[in-house]
Nanobody, 123 residues
Framework: VQLQASGGGSVQAGGSLRLSCTDS????????VGWFRQAPGKEREFVAG????????LYKDSVKGRFTISRDRAKNMVYLQMNSLKSEDTAVYYC?????????????????WGQGTQVTVSS
């Protein structure tokens, strides 16, 4: 599985970014997909997840109301729209394909991971 995350960059606090994740082998079409992030010196943490058809989503409490996860199954893409960014959102962001069609939060429930994309928010 080749997951590719993109869209990271440097923005000022209050700004927006949209991350994209694609699977070149089209294997996450029927799976849940999650976004995780890892800041320097910290554990990788769940940020947002979506089930196989986009009908169910979950978010880390600190991003609720600011981040939106969505997917386009026809294009085999998953997105993370990030608004009102804060300095504490600075991290490397990873997308991952779950072992199940449901939306899940545990890292161990994800089978495949993409390379990360850096998000830097300056205050």
């Amino acid at each position: 599985v080749q997951l590719q995350a993109s869209g990271g960059g440097s923005v000022q606090a209050g700004g927006s970014l949209r991350l994209s994740c694609t699977d070149s082998r089209r294997t996450f079409t029927n799976n849940g997909v999650g976004w995780f992030r890892q800041a320097p010196g910290k554990e990788r943490e769940f940020v947002a997840g979506i089930n196989w058809n986009g009908g169910s989503t979950l978010y880390k409490d600190s991003v609720k109301g600011r981040f939106t996860i969505s997917r386009d199954r026809a294009k085999n893409m998953v997105y993370l729209q990030m608004n009102s960014l804060k300095s504490e959102d600075t991290a490397v962001y990873y997308c991952a394909s779950a072992r199940t069609a449901a939306v899940v939060t545990q890292k161990a429930s994800y089978a495949y991971w993409g390379q990360g994309t850096q998000v830097t928010v300056s205050s």
